[in-house]
C-alpha cells in the first residue's frame, strides 16, 4: 500500500508548490490562474481552485499596505542613486587632477551604474504595467449577452460544479 501513499504525497507536495507560487502573481496572474482551473473536472481541481480563492481572499482582507513594493523599490533605488551621486561627483573632481593618466572610462562608470540601476529598476516596472494592463482583470457578463457557445460552457461547469458538491 505505498504506492496510494506516495500518490498522495506527490499530491501534497504538488498543491503546496501550486499555492506558493501564486503569491508571487500580479492580480492578472492570479485572474488568468482562476480562470484555467475554473472549468477542469476533479477533486484535484477542486483543491486548485480552492488555493486560488484562498489566495484572492487573503489579498483581498489585506488592504493595501502603507507602501506598496513598486514604489518601496523605487524609493530605494532612488535613495542609493542620490547617495552614490555625491560621492560620485566628489571621486571624479578628486581624479580630474589625474585626467590625463586615469582612462576616461572609469571617470564615467559610477554614472554608467546608476543608469543601468535605474534601467532595471525601471524595465521591471514598465514589464508588470505592461502584463497588468494587456491581460485587465475579468469582467461580469450577463447570461443573456453569452453566444450559444458560451451558454453551453456555463451549463457544463455549472453541472461539473454541482456533481461535486459546490455550491453555485
Keep these: ?6 500518490k ?6 504538488a498543491l503546496a508548490k501550486y499555492r506558493a507560487g501564486l503569491k508571487g502573481l500580479t492580480d492578472a496572474g492570479l485572474e488568468r490562474r482562476a480562470a484555467e482551473v475554473a472549468a477542469l473536472p476533479g477533486w484535484y481541481a477542486g483543491e486548485l481552485r480552492r488555493a ?8 483581498r482582507t489585506a ?17 542609493a542613486a542620490g547617495a552614490g551621486a555625491p560621492a560620485a561627483a566628489l571621486t ?26 535605474t534601467a532595471v529598476v525601471g524595465g521591471s516596472w514598465v514589464s508588470r504595467w505592461v502584463d497588468d494592463h494587456r491581460h485587465p482583470l475579468a469582467e461580469d457578463v450577463d ?26
Design 8 to 13: 498522495a504525497m506527490d499530491l501534497a507536495a
Design 92 to 117: 571624479g573632481r578628486a581624479l580630474a587632477q589625474y585626467a590625463d593618466q586615469v582612462p576616461q572610462v572609469l571617470l564615467y562608470s559610477p554614472a554608467v551604474a546608476v543608469g543601468l540601476v
Design 52 to 59: 486560488v480563492d484562498a489566495e484572492r481572499e487573503s489579498r
Design 63 to 79: 488592504g493595501q499596505p502603507a507602501t506598496p513594493a513598486r514604489s518601496r523599490v523605487l524609493r530605494v533605488a532612488a535613495s
Design 1 to 6: 500500500m505505498t504506492a496510494p501513499t506516495t
Design 143 to 168: 447570461e443573456a449577452d453569452l453566444n450559444p457557445l458560451g451558454v453551453e460552457l456555463l451549463a457544463r461547469v455549472r453541472a461539473a460544479r454541482q456533481a461535486r458538491g459546490e455550491v453555485c
